[in-house]
């Protein structure tokens, strides 16, 4: 009867501890690979404004923004993707690391991509990029075998960029009001494209300050590359009325391919600071003109004191005949 007993308690510890292992088993994770394999999964990159794979993104000055998608075909378990970036440009790209995804949906996520200096690589350039992934949970399991990656690929351009840089050199001396003086400007194309010149304004405020816009009309229109500078010299004229003042002068030029629908600056401009001094009263040559018709004072004094001194010839001929004559009688 004991020997019973023994052989019932050993039977139900026996039990107790299968129900425990079982238990346990039924709370750990089984591998993928012990479970049914996922149906499948999608990634592909996000076209906007009608664009397609045959075209690339155009990356922006400072930084581009692309987005791209990943579907769950799977009905019940969510999805967990490591995921890579890569570029053949110098830039980088900035993403998440890895992302889940819920059975039966199609989310989106986005990546961004820094560091291109655009401004400085010609238009039209072109890189790709690539983002893969990697799928390493299916339903809360690491996904032992066998391995599912899917990737997303897609092409990169420079756009075309339109800018000028005005450069006014500085006279370094201040002016005198009744003389011309030349402002010489360096008109560079700093785009990354080929440029001309739509318009230009040429503005000062000063009453009485004149210049001839011609060298400028003159770059208007023409075609420029990257890097080159159209050199202009304007002549302006500090009329002799000119009061003693601080002149500011701005030269505006807009670019022909922003005003067609181009990227970049709509407008570049460069302002200089001149100062006219005003004639010392007395010295204007107005005054001097004015006594060309004057008869109490002589119009050039150099020529006024040459004519005296031209009497005393014309004096001394008779004098000295005169004085002859007398001599001669008095010898008689």
Known sequence: ?????????????????????????????IPVAAQDAPIGWEMGLVYEGGASEDNPFTLDESETTIRFWIRNDNLAGDIEIALEYDTSSDGAINGEESVT?????????????????????????????????ELTSWNGAPVVAPISSQSADGDLIIPQLHRWDVDINDIGHPVNAGTEFNLHVDITNVGNTADSISTFSLE???????????????????????????EVT????????????????????????????????SMNKAEIDVEIEARPVGSQQD??????????????QEEVTSDNFLIFPTLVTPMAILWAALVRAREE
């Open 234 to 265: 304007l002549v302006f004229d500090a009329s002799s009325t000119h009061p003693t003042r601080m002149c500011e002068i701005e030269i505006t030029v807009r670019s022909a391919g922003v005003v067609n629908g181009g990227l970049g600056d």
């Open 287 to 300: 005054n001097d003109d004015a006594s060309v018709d004057d008869d109490d004072g002589p119009q050039n």
């Open 1 to 29: 009867m004991r020997d019973e007993r023994q052989v019932t308690v050993m039977e139900k510890r026996s039990m107790g501890a299968a129900l425990c292992v079982i238990t346990l088993l039924a709370f750990m994770p």
């Open 101 to 133: 995804v819920g059975s039966g949906a199609n989310d989106t996520f986005t990546i961004q991509l820094t560091g291109i200096d655009v401004w400085n690589i010609a238009a039209g350039i072109t890189y790709d990029f690539d983002i893969d992934g």
């Open 204 to 230: 000062d405020d000063c009453p009485v300050l004149t210049v001839d816009d011609g060298p400028l009309d003159d770059v208007k229109g023409e075609l420029t590359q990257p890097g080159i500078v159209n």
